[in-house]
């Protein structure tokens, strides 16, 4: 297997995530947290990416946007609904309910960044991953990352982009959407603020008017505030600042205060919204950070079947909280949800699309499709719909590893590419072992057989202690199809991989 997972190539603890939210099952030490079971009705702010329209789909919930007229609140150039685009992050204000439908009464846009891009490092295709800098602000854009305008592998210094997305733990960001701007596409640009740019003020000089946020230097004599005023300005405070570039120098036409004000702090309203995690569960408190927002975990908080508990939110995990908003501006998890792809498989479709259930096997796995899955073609620009996938063309799916209680599993897909080379008869696949018998071993619900397998870095012995200890070791594998039943050829621990 040549792929890595996005945590590993953002600097994240590979050994931490891989024996943690993947080998990990069961209740967290000292508590007695349930396996979330399905959503949770509110009141209040959505927060997330866009993965569907129709009505829009925010986290999973199908919101019903005719009250609006299809107008669409902020400052960025896109107005109407019909201008956004899957990936975006949005806010939608309004009530959800447990059976996945919503009534939206307000949406709002914001981009993260906006002006022309560094490329730092190009895509990889092995890694699904990619680096570039704006207005000095370093960007990871990833197999999740939508790309609207040029296929990823054509981004150029130079073009000139907005990013929707979140600000990691280290102050970098990881891209949820990248769209170039065009001639076509003039009008869903703000021409007053060009450019946009967010982050920590690092350096402040009060008597010419500027700051820097990093490498950036902001004249701000001449900016309009807003729920900020000028004398807020410090080192440290976190800001948004829109306007244009003149000799190098950002000249600030408007400041406020960075994204953390999509956030709503209403004690009698319900938030859900999706992050990575900036600071790790503290045990002692029993909160973390994430989007700006401290987030308490109680015993009565759900966690999804992929995370054992709170031990498991290390930093820049991403993650989907639902929950309460508390009159002292923390917020009570009632749910806490992976949303960072943990598995992977790479093969041909082998089986019929069940429609009714918006599930197929691909290499044998079954893949369970939701309304937060982004289907695409490999030059990530082009979305496709399920029946798309009706095709003897090579997929990738990336997502999250689910288990019932019975031992069966299946790969619910965040993301699937559509290759443009045909399928052959070699798969591969990426996650964890929940059973194994002898030569029979279970991998994302998929029963494979080590009949003269290779090995590699570890003995089959070995591997087999680990499961019988309770462990549920991540594993790639390359695997086929007999005629009767999947073999494997080369099977290796995740973390041992070096390409």
């Given at each position: 297997?040549?792929?890595?997972?996005?945590?590993?190539?953002?600097?994240?603890?590979?050994?931490?995530?891989?024996?943690?939210?993947?080998?990990?099952?069961?209740g967290g030490a000292g508590t007695s947290l349930d396996v979330a079971d399905g959503g949770i009705r509110g009141t209040g702010s959505s927060v997330g990416p866009v993965s569907g329209f129709g009505s829009v789909f925010v986290n999973g919930v199908k919101f019903d946007t005719d009250s609006l007229g299809g107008s669409v609140g902020g400052d960025d150039g896109l107005a109407a609904e019909s201008r956004l685009q899957t990936g975006m992050v949005l806010e939608v204000q309004g009530e959800w309910f447990t059976d996945g439908t919503g009534e939206a009464s307000g949406l709002t846009y914001d981009d993260t960044l906006r002006g022309e891009i560094l490329i730092i490092q190009p895509w990889d295709i092995i890694t699904k991953t990619a680096v570039i800098e704006i207005l000095g602000r370093t960007v990871h854009i990833d197999g999740q990352t939508v790309?609207?305008?040029?296929?990823?592998?054509?981004?150029a210094n130079g073009d000139f982009v907005r990013i929707s997305g979140w600000r990691l733990p280290n102050g970098?960001?990881?891209?949820?959407?990248?769209?170039?701007?065009?001639?076509?596409?003039?009008?869903?640009?703000?021409?007053?603020?060009e450019v946009e740019l967010e982050g920590d003020i690092s350096s402040i000089n009060t008597s010419d008017e500027t700051f820097n946020i990093g490498s950036q230097l902001i004249f701000y004599g001449g900016a309009e505030f807003t729920d900020l005023a000028r004398e807020d300005l410090a080192v440290g405070v976190s800001v948004e600042v829109e306007g244009n570039l003149v000799g190098g120098v950002l000249q600030a036409n408007?400041?406020?205060?960075?994204?953390?004000?999509?956030?709503?702090?209403?004690?009698?309203?319900?938030?859900?919204?999706?992050?990575?995690?900036?600071?790790?569960?503290?045990?002692?408190?029993e909160i973390f950070t994430i989007n700006g927002l401290t987030v308490r975990v109680t015993p009565e908080t759900e966690f999804d079947d992929a995370l054992s508990g709170p031990e498991q939110l290390v930093p820049g995990l991403l993650v989907q909280v639902e929950g309460d908003f508390e009159s002292d501006g923390t917020i009570t998890a009632e749910e806490i949800e992976l949303r960072e792809a943990d598995s992977e498989v790479e093969a041909a479709r082998t089986s019929e699309i069940d429609y009714s259930s918006s599930?197929?096997?691909?290499?044998?796995?079954?893949?369970?499709?939701?309304?937060?899955?982004?289907?695409?073609?490999?030059?990530?620009?082009?979305?496709?719909?399920?029946?798309?996938?009706?095709?003897?063309?090579e997929l990738t799916v990336d997502g999250v590893d689910r288990f019932n209680s019975d031992g069966s599993g299946y790969l619910e897909a965040l993301v699937i590419e559509r290759g443009d080379d045909a399928a052959d008869g070699e798969y591969e696949l990426t996650g964890r072992i929940t059973e194994m018998v002898d030569d029979r071993i279970r991998v994302l619900g998929l029963d494979l057989y080590?009949?003269?397998?290779?090995f590699d870095g570890i003995q089959q012995s070995e591997l087999q202690a680990l499961v019988d200890a309770g462990q549920q070791p991540v594993v790639e594998v390359e695997y086929r199809f007999n005629g009767a039943r999947y073999e494997i050829e080369e099977i290796e621990l995740e973390e041992d991989d070096n390409d």
């Open positions: 297997m040549k792929r890595n997972l996005f945590y590993r190539s953002i600097g994240l603890t590979a050994s931490t995530l891989a024996l943690g939210i993947l080998s990990a099952c069961g790309i609207k305008g040029k296929a990823v592998v054509n981004l970098e960001f990881r891209a949820s959407f990248l769209g170039l701007r065009s001639s076509s596409n003039l009008d869903d640009f703000d021409d007053f603020n408007e400041i406020e205060r960075d994204d953390f004000r999509r956030y709503t702090l209403d004690d009698e309203g319900d938030i859900e919204f999706v992050g990575p995690v900036a600071s790790a569960y503290n045990s002692s408190n599930q197929l096997r691909i290499g044998g796995v079954l893949v369970q499709v939701s309304s937060l899955t982004i289907i695409t073609d490999d030059d990530d620009e082009t979305r496709l719909a399920l029946r798309d996938l009706q095709t003897s063309l080590a009949v003269d397998a290779d």
